[in-house]
């Protein structure tokens, strides 16, 4: 069964596509202040799990944050199209 909706593969690939455009200026910067001591992490707090600098909880709070926004706004806009098209009914 295809999926429909704001979750079907669609979307799915743009969401894809955005984590990647997202990921790269996001684990570089968190790089550089984690490099220049601005921002340091204590692992007694995370899981241990680091890419690069970063603990991989802040790489998925990120994606997930992304996700989010992407959901809701996603959501909003078919219910507004649904909602245009049900006023035009007679």
């Known amino acids: 069964m295809k999926a429909s ?3 079907s593969t669609k979307f799915l ?3 894809y596509l955005a984590c990647l ?3 790269v200026p996001f684990l ?3 790089d550089v202040l ?3 001591p601005i921002v340091w ?3 007694d707090f995370n899981l241990g799990l680091i890419t690069l600098s970063v603990p991989v909880e802040d790489s998925v709070y990120s994606i997930l944050m ?3 926004i992407i959901s809701v706004y996603e959501g909003l806009r078919q219910r507004s199209i649904v909602k245009q098209y049900r006023q035009l009914a007679v």
Do not use: S
Request: charge should be neutral; charged fraction near 10%; aromatic fraction near 20%.
């Open 28 to 30: 570089l910067v968190n």
């Open 66 to 68: 992304l996700l989010l």
């Open 41 to 43: 992490y204590d692992n």
């Open 34 to 36: 984690t490099y220049l």
């Open 13 to 15: 690939g743009r969401y």
């Open 21 to 23: 455009v997202h990921l």
């Open 5 to 7: 909706g704001y979750l």
